[in-house]
Structures are given as C-alpha cells and as structure tokens.
C-alpha cells in the first residue's frame, strides 16, 4: 500500500513538474516582453537625442511627470501627460534621473525633455505637481535619484500625484508612513505587508490626503488627475478636459467610491496566457507625429499587457515622432527592417492623413498584413474601449474581462464579442501534463519490469 501511495505522488509531481517548469519560462519571457525590457536596446548614437521641449511659461504652474531609467508603466505615464497638457493651463515636461532613452511597458522608447537637474535649474525651486507613476526596478542602480528627486520635492507647496503603483514608489521614500493612500487592487494586499505604516484605503479610485494624491489602478489615475486639475485650474476646465477624450467617468471625480476588486477563479487566464502562449500575436503599432498620448497607451497596456501579443514601434524614419502634446517618441523599426507582423494598428481618433502614403507602400510590401485603426472608426468613444473590445475578438471574452480589471476600467459601454472561455491556452498545459505523465508511466513500468527480473533471479 505505501508503495502505492507514493507512486501516485510520483505520478502527480511528475505530471506538474513539466508544467511548472514550462508556465515559469513562458512567465519570465511575457513578463519581459511586457515590461519592454527584452527589446535589443537602442543605439543611442544612431538617434538624435536633443529634443525641444514645450515652452515654459513661468505664470503657468509647472507639471514634472516622472520617468524611471528602466521601465516605466505606459497608461500610468501618458494619460496624466495629456490630460494636464490638453487643459493649456499647465507646464507639462517628461523628466527622468538624465536625458537618455527610457521605455514604457510594452517598449515603447520616451526621450525626457529634462533631466531632474536641468529641471529643477529652469524653475529655480519646486514644480507645483509631481506626477509618479508606477517605476520599476527599485532595487537597481539609479533608481536612487529617483528616491531622491521624490524626497527634494516633498514639501506642502507641491502636490505630489502618484498613479497606480506609483504609490509604491512613494511609499519607499518613507512620504506615505501615517498617511493614507490606495493602490491596485491587485497588489495591496503585498503593499500592506511591506508597507504596513501606510493606511491603505481599497475602495476608492482616488485618495487626497493633505498635498498627496494617490489613485487606484492605471484608469484610476485619470480620475485622480482630473480630481487635482478641478483643485489647482477649477471644476469646470476638469469637466472639459474629460469630455475632450470622452471619458465616461468623471463622476468618479466628485465621488471616488466604487466597489473593491478581488482576485478569483476567472482571473487565471491572466497567468495562463503569459505562462502558456508561446506564439504571440506580434502587434505593429505606428508612430506619427501628432498622435494622441493617451490612445497610444491604450494599445500598450491592453495587448502586451495581457501576454497574447507583442508590440513593436514602426515609422517611417528613425527620427524622433513628436505626440499631439509635444512628447518625443522613438520608433524601434521603419518599413525596411520591420519584423514580420500580422497587424499594423494605427491609434487615435483622427489620424493624420499624411500616413496614407506610408500605409499604402506597406501594403505594397506586405500584403498579409492587416491594417488596423483602433480608434477612427468610433472617434466619439473613449480610446480605450475599442482595444478591449477588439482583444476579446483576437482572443476570448474572459481575457478582455480580465484586461478591463486590471485597468480598473469600470463602464457599462463595452460590447465584448468573442470565444467564452479560453479554451486555446487551456490545451498547451494539458498537453504538456499528459506527456509527462506518459513517460513517467513508461519509466516506471520499465524500472518495475528490471525489479521482476531481479527478484525472479534472487529465487531461482
């Protein structure tokens, strides 16, 4: 009987070993493709780095969005820089601990108008609002100045905004201990433990505490950016920067409750997807100057986000792309050396009509290519609708209700259409778990075979 008992549980860990050992390889690699970090970096040398930055108008207050050395999140960073350039009532400049190239999740390359030093010598004291998105790698060499930019600009007089797990890195500074504050949903509970002086707030898309702002995950920062727009340029250039993009929730901006997320059963497609789908959907996303920010990001943070796709910049030179706002975007590809793709998506409402003829040479030279406009087909909506509801069509519905989730994006207007459940990502791990248990069950049945013929040989 004990024999028994642990040949089953041989059995049983075999039949998981060579699925765990293959989740976690396709997890490190989608986690990287995400973060934009296994992207072949670019040659700084080959890209004209010096930048015009916007104007500065010293009777305007001054917006500082920060940006790590490494990986910042894309919607946490674009969306607050469009919404407080869009209201014309603010300085809005990209900094970063230096000048040189920085990518957003999904790899797309940024070149900051400032540096922290160079910023700070133009105004001569505090920006009026720092905006602090989620940055990562906080234990890597540089992070430092921006724990330290943070700390400088602390004082009552600045209003400090942190967008998603931005909060994290706030809360690193020692700023949020005794305060309140919220976070994603998804990753409170690991914040409260290794934050545990913070009183984290879980069911609100923002929360004011004295001159912090802090918001929920990624869509609830452009709560939170419109809540500190009402409080420094009024309620009404607030109301009208969100009509602008057509966002549907500013009632959010007057009441920030909502209803907590939690985890559940539904939510393993998300892991699933990134452990499991080996052969992702390589996504062409093109950059023209003129495009909207927040569109853009929107692309980003549902495709490679979700570990069905990866994204690639494509334009038609390799020079800076200037954004509707004046953000300097860097292409990785142009036409000639572009990988093979299977879409080529091009965001915003209403895009420049000067791409016709780029669109129309790659038709030429990849007719398989399908051309994809995201958001011009429905330009009255928000941007971030069409991308979720275009997922659930590429993918499956419980994917798209998980993308939804984690932006935090709570409408009634989206029309998911698509497969109902994941079946095509469920296959790979079954498979992989029969194989395993299959030759387990070869390996032991041969071992059991030399252990007869052993033991029939000791009695004769």
């Known amino acids: 009987m004990k024999k028994t008992y642990v040949r089953v549980a041989v059995y049983f860990s075999a039949w998981m070993l060579l699925i765990l050992i293959t989740g976690v390889w396709g997890w490190i690699s989608s986690m990287n493709q995400m ?11 080959l890209v004209p780095v010096e930048v015009e930055p916007p104007p500065y108008n010293p009777n305007k207050p001054t917006v500082a969005v920060l940006l790590g050395s490494d990986s910042t999140e894309v919607i946490d960073f674009l969306a607050p820089y469009e919404l407080f350039s869009a209201t014309k009532h603010f300085n809005v400049f990209a900094v970063a601990p230096d000048r040189r190239i920085t990518t957003l999740t999904g790899g797309l390359d940024v ?13 001569g004291n505090s920006p009026d609002v720092v905006v602090i998105p989620a940055i990562f790698y906080m234990d890597h060499q540089g992070y430092e100045a ?17 967008i998603c797990t931005g909060a994290e890195n706030l809360a690193h500074t020692g700023l949020l201990d005794g305060k309140t504050a919220t976070t994603h949903w998804g990753d409170m509970g690991r ?4 934050y545990p002086e913070v009183k984290w707030i879980h069911d609100q898309r923002f929360v004011a505490a004295g001159n912090i702002v802090s918001s929920a995950g990624l869509t609830s920062g452009i709560d939170a950016t419109l809540y500190a727009i009402s409080q420094l340029a009024g309620e009404p250039i607030a109301e009208r920067t969100a009509r602008s993009i057509h ?12 209803e907590r997320y939690h985890f559940d059963l539904r939510d393993a497609v998300f892991i699933l997807n990134h452990a499991f789908v080996w052969k992702k959907q390589n996504e062409g996303v093109l950059l023209y100057d003129g495009m909207q920010e927040t569109a853009l990001a929107s692309v980003f943070d549902t495709f490679s986000a979700m570990g069905t796709s990866k994204t690639f910049t494509i334009s038609k030179t390799i020079s800076p792309v200037k954004t509707k706002h004046g953000l300097y975007l860097i292409p990785r590809y142009q036409n000639k050396n572009a990988p093979n793709i299977d879409r080529l998506i091009v965001t915003g409402t209403n895009p420049s009509m000067d791409l016709a003829k780029y669109i129309k040479e790659w038709r030429v030279k990849d007719k398989d290519t399908e051309m994809v406009y995201m958001h011009a087909m429905e330009p009255g909506r928000f941007v971030l609708e069409a991308p979720i509801e275009d997922l659930a069509r590429q993918t499956n519905i419980p994917t798209a209700v998980f993308a939804a989730k984690r932006l935090e994006y709570r409408a ?6 698509g497969d109902s459940y994941p079946t095509g990502v469920i296959v790979l791990p079954v498979m992989m778990g029969f194989l395993s248990l299959v030759m387990v069950i070869w390996m032991d049945r041969r071992f059991l075979k030399k252990e007869n013929r052993r033991a029939k040989k000791s009695i004769t």
């Open 247 to 258: 966002y549907p929730n500013f009632h959010y901006v007057k009441d920030p409750s909502m």
């Open 111 to 123: 070149i900051p108008h400032y540096s922290f030093e160079e910023l700070d010598e133009l105004l």
């Open 412 to 417: 009634d207007a989206l029309q998911l259409e």
């Open 191 to 194: 914040l409260e433990k290794k």
């Open 146 to 162: 921006v724990d330290d930019y943070i700390k400088k600009h602390s004082n009552n007089d600045t209003m400090i905004l942190t």
């Open 35 to 45: 973060m934009g970090t296994d992207h072949q970096p670019l040659n700084s040398s």
